[in-house]
């Protein structure tokens, strides 16, 4: 039990981790996005011309190159997007105390004490709450 408990736990902060890293991956990739907007409007033309059908074919392969780079960009900030709504459903499922907890524990790293501390609850209590926030981000993972 006590090795599913830390498996779980170990998925649960690499999913924070990937909340909190989310808005600097979207910059990072709506960076790139205006990188390959740019380099795409650069690409010649296709040209139907008889005469140069080599230029043509390396012309059209550029283009869609840098148009499937773009989708995929899109693509992967739709999904990161996705992770954050998911995650807001997360916390608005929680109560405000597990909350409280969630950002104490996840987002801030305080140790168990000192959130049991500043939130007038039992250590006992603060993991109970804890095992109820792993279990349940299950559902939204």
Same mark, same amino acid.
């Given at each position: 039990?006590?090795?599913?408990?830390?498996?779980?736990?170990?998925?649960?902060?690499?999913?924070?981790?990937?909340?909190?890293?989310?808005?600097?991956?979207?910059?990072?990739?709506?960076?790139?996005?205006?990188?390959?907007?740019?380099?795409?409007?650069?690409?010649?033309?296709?040209?139907?011309?008889?005469?140069?059908?080599?230029?043509?074919?390396?012309?059209?392969?550029?283009?869609?190159?840098?148009?499937?780079?773009?989708?995929?960009?899109?693509?992967?900030?739709?999904?990161?997007?996705?992770?954050?709504?998911?995650?807001?459903?997360?916390?608005?499922?929680?109560?405000?105390?597990?909350?409280?907890?969630?950002?104490?524990?996840?987002?801030?790293?305080?140790?168990?004490?000192?959130?049991?501390?500043?939130? %007038?609850? %039992?250590?006992?209590?603060?993991?109970?709450?804890?095992?109820?926030?792993?279990?349940?981000?299950?559902?939204?993972?």
């Amino acid at each position: 039990m006590k090795q599913l408990m830390n498996t779980l736990e170990e998925k649960f902060r690499k999913w924070i981790n990937e909340i909190k890293e989310a808005p600097s991956k979207i910059k990072e990739l709506e960076e790139d996005i205006k990188y390959y907007n740019m380099k795409l409007i650069g690409c010649n033309a296709v040209s139907y011309d008889r005469v140069s059908t080599s230029t043509t074919n390396n012309s059209q392969s550029s283009l869609f190159m840098w148009l499937s780079k773009i989708e995929e960009t899109e693509q992967a900030i739709e999904k990161i997007i996705s992770k954050i709504k998911a995650f807001n459903s997360f916390v608005s499922a929680l109560t405000k105390k597990e909350q409280q907890v969630l950002d104490m524990l996840f987002m801030k790293r305080f140790k168990q004490k000192e959130a049991g501390l500043k939130l %007038s609850v %039992s250590k006992t209590r603060i993991f109970e709450m804890k095992s109820n926030i792993i279990y349940l981000s299950i559902l939204y993972m």
